[in-house]
């Protein structure tokens, strides 16, 4: 059975850190491209980063450049992000994405709240 579930959520203040963890079962993803997503309360969801199978080439949205990072651990078939210098406009809850061909998988979001 394909999941995708997110985890590293939670509460932080402006300028903190989180790491996101999105941990894959039923497929491999160094095999699939995976990306971050995010959804603010009215807005569109978004692509945050992301990093393509085979040789890991990565990209990010221009709002968070410098100050995310995406990786994968192929052992651990998990894919990270990890956000430094958090600002109150990062508050959304963040979906890891697998795509392959027509597999598209999506897990069920992790929020993410930065606040003083």
């Known amino acids: 059975q394909v999941q995708l579930v997110e985890s590293g959520g939670g509460l932080v203040q402006p300028g903190g850190s989180l790491r996101l963890s999105c941990a894959a079962s039923?497929?491999?993803?160094?095999?699939?491209?995976m990306t971050w997503y995010r959804q603010a309360p009215g807005k569109e969801r978004e692509l945050v980063a992301a990093?393509?199978?085979?040789?890991?080439?990565?990209n990010y949205a221009d709002s968070v450049k410098g100050r995310f990072t995406i990786s994968r651990d192929n052992a651990k078939n998990t894919v990270y992000l990890e956000m430094g210098s958090l600002k109150p406009e990062d508050t959304a809850v963040y979906y890891c994405?697998?795509?392959?061909?027509?597999?598209?998988?999506w897990g069920q979001g992790t929020q993410v709240t930065v606040s003083s």
């Open positions: 994405n697998a795509r392959r061909n027509w597999w598209d998988y």
């Open positions: 990093i393509t199978s085979g040789s890991g080439s990565t």
């Open positions: 039923g497929f491999t993803t160094s095999t699939y491209a």
